[in-house]
């Protein structure tokens, strides 16, 4: 679809200010854990594939401010588990690249979307398995690639080591930042970007920008289990309307 479409799409704007404005508040406010909002939304108008696209270049500039935020007070040893994990499941989720149908890609996006907005009751229990960093930086890199949805998985692993909260979203700002500047390299083997997503991506980085710093203040004031709360319900929405989508269109 050309971009001309995307430009004159009332819907498209309005999703993509609401997904990626939410993004960037839980890039610096909460740790991604709202993160994968802003691909099941734009799903909605947009094949997924192009959505994957369009988010990455916007994800790295979120990135750089929240690493600019919190970089004093990463935890590097956890990092240094996590990443080469992340390393394999990026990988992995380069080799899966255009072998789903759009329809197969909705509903995986869909049920992930169901399954981590209800993490916190489903999936707990899971963060103490021996060597959990390797299972979820592995998990996290292979959603964060195929749908960005890495948030999630890095969060049950944050959360079962009792962080406190400025080192944990230092840490998750952190490995963010380094797992989607290695996505860029399966991306581009793909072919996943055209330069009129770039161009796409451009105009939307003010709305990046906003959100970040909109979550970096509203993490000091709010409330945090009230936030992830709403968070957690949108998703759930989300993956609703995206299996319905998948299914009404096969």
Request: some cysteine; overall charge positive; charged content about 10%.
């Amino acid at each position: 679809m050309a971009i001309e479409v995307y430009l004159s799409s009332p819907a498209f704007w309005a999703l993509a200010l609401v997904g990626l404005t939410l993004t960037g508040i839980s890039k610096s406010g909460f740790a991604g854990g709202a993160g994968v909002l802003a691909v099941p939304l734009l799903a909605l108008v947009m094949p997924v594939s192009q959505a994957v696209a369009l988010c990455l270049p916007l994800l790295l500039v979120m990135d750089a401010k929240a690493v600019h935020y919190y970089w004093r007070d990463v935890d590097w040893p956890t990092l240094k588990k996590l990443i080469p994990a992340a390393v394999v499941g990026i990988a992995a989720g380069g080799l899966l690249f255009g072998l789903l149908p759009d329809n197969a890609l909705l509903i995986g996006l869909g049920l992930l979307c169901l399954l981590f907005g209800l993490w916190t009751h489903l999936l707990k229990h899971l963060a103490a398995l021996p060597r959990a960093s390797y299972l979820w930086g592995s998990l996290s890199g292979l959603t964060s690639t195929l749908v960005h949805a890495g948030g999630p998985p890095l969060n049950i692993y944050l959360l079962s080591l009792a962080m406190p909260k400025r080192r944990w979203l230092a840490t998750a700002a952190m490995f963010f930042a380094a797992m989607n500047l290695i996505k860029i390299v399966p991306y581009a083997i793909n072919g996943q970007w055209h330069a009129e997503l770039l161009w796409l991506s451009l105009l939307l980085i003010p709305v990046a920008v906003f959100g970040v710093w909109l979550g970096y203040q509203i993490q000091r004031k709010l409330d945090e289990a009230r936030f992830m709360q709403i968070c957690r319900l949108l998703l759930l929405g989300s993956g609703l309307v995206l299996i319905g989508k998948a299914l009404g269109g096969a």
